[in-house]
């Protein structure tokens, strides 16, 4: 194993680079403070910054700690969608119609810092806009739940949990 994360380094330049937009597809949404930043920043620079989540849970403790960080993610300007006709397994990111990535490698501390991931750069390729025709049909098939997590500062007991959760996260 060596030290380069090159999974959350190609994210993260894709991020930098994004002028238009950049959208992502992950399964599971489990993110360093320094990823959460990057995708605010890009947000708030104007940036049309999307990521879609599944709607359907395959692992319900995952699914609560992806959902702890909505709020934080929608308060500065990232919409999140939901796929709702199943469980979304796909590993996309595609940046304004220049870029994309297709493989293993999610938006999680596993697939960063724990696992060997695989996946394909790709640029100024005609898969890029068959990747970005997919993203469309996705995000019709998904419900954008960003305005449910928009201003959410109450405490209850699930959103306790969630936290709690969240401790742990980069054990998930």
Same mark, same amino acid.
């Given at each position: 194993?060596?030290? #380069? ?7 993260? &330049? ?7 937009? $950049? ?16 995708? #605010? ?14 709607? $359907? ?6 699914? &609560? ?14 919409? $999140?969608?939901?796929? !709702?006709?199943?469980? *979304? ?11 994309? !990535?297709?493989? !293993?490698? &999610? ?29 469309? /049909? !996705? ?14 500062? /109450? ?15 980069? *054990?998930?």
């Amino acid at each position: 194993m060596d030290s #380069i994360l090159v999974g959350e380094n190609v994210y993260m &330049n894709l991020i930098n680079a994004a002028q238009k937009y $950049i959208w992502f597809t992950t399964p599971y949404l489990v993110i360093t403070e320094e990823m959460k930043r990057m995708l #605010i920043l890009a947000a708030r620079r104007g940036v049309d910054v999307r990521i879609i989540t599944p709607g $359907i849970p395959d692992k319900k403790l995952i699914y &609560n700690v992806t959902r702890s960080y909505y709020d934080e993610l929608v308060d500065g300007g990232v919409r $999140i969608f939901e796929y !709702t006709p199943g469980f *979304l397994h796909t590993k996309d990111c595609l940046c304004d119609g220049r870029y994309a !990535t297709c493989g !293993t490698i &999610n938006l999680d501390f596993r697939s960063f810092y724990h696992h060997f991931e695989d996946g394909v750069l790709m640029m100024d390729t005609p898969a890029v806009g068959q990747i970005k025709e997919d993203f469309e /049909k !996705t995000f019709a098939a998904s419900e954008e739940v960003t305005e449910a997590y928009r201003n959410i500062r /109450k405490v209850s007991p699930h959103r306790l949990w969630q936290m709690i959760l969240r401790l742990f996260s980069p *054990l998930m």
